[in-house]
């Protein structure tokens, strides 16, 4: 079992950066591939990056060269570093763990993009 706790979202303005955090905590951190996702109104949760247990990363063709993820173990923490948003990245973003098959969910934080 894990919990997840994402935080950094906010409402900022197209070309602009942000930063989401994802806290894990009630189990080993370092076992779980992690991953976010988003979902816009009306539309399907989509992925948005993963990393993998050994760092490997990918990426919807949407944010590549734009968002970066990364995970620091020791914090038990995921990141997602967000550059030159634009609209259409407007969101709810939700942190996702998952080992041996079994996927866990935050609650999400809204991102929004506008002028």
């Known amino acids: 079992q894990v919990q997840l706790v994402e935080s950094g979202g906010g409402l900022v303005q197209p070309g602009g950066s942000l930063m989401l955090s994802c806290a894990a905590s009630?189990?080993?951190?370092?076992?779980?591939?992690m991953g976010w996702y988003r979902q816009a109104p009306g539309k399907q949760r989509e992925l948005v990056a993963t990393i993998t247990v050994s760092g490997s990363t990918n990426y919807a063709d949407s944010v590549k060269g734009r968002f970066t993820i990364s995970r620091y173990n020791a914090k038990n923490t995921v990141y997602l570093k967000m550059n030159s948003l634009k609209p259409e990245d407007t969101a709810l973003y939700y942190c996702?763990?998952?080992?041996?098959?079994?996927?866990?969910w935050g609650q999400g934080t809204q991102v929004t993009v506008s002028s």
């Open positions: 009630g189990s080993i951190f370092s076992f779980f591939a």
């Open positions: 996702n763990a998952v080992r041996t098959m079994v996927a866990y």
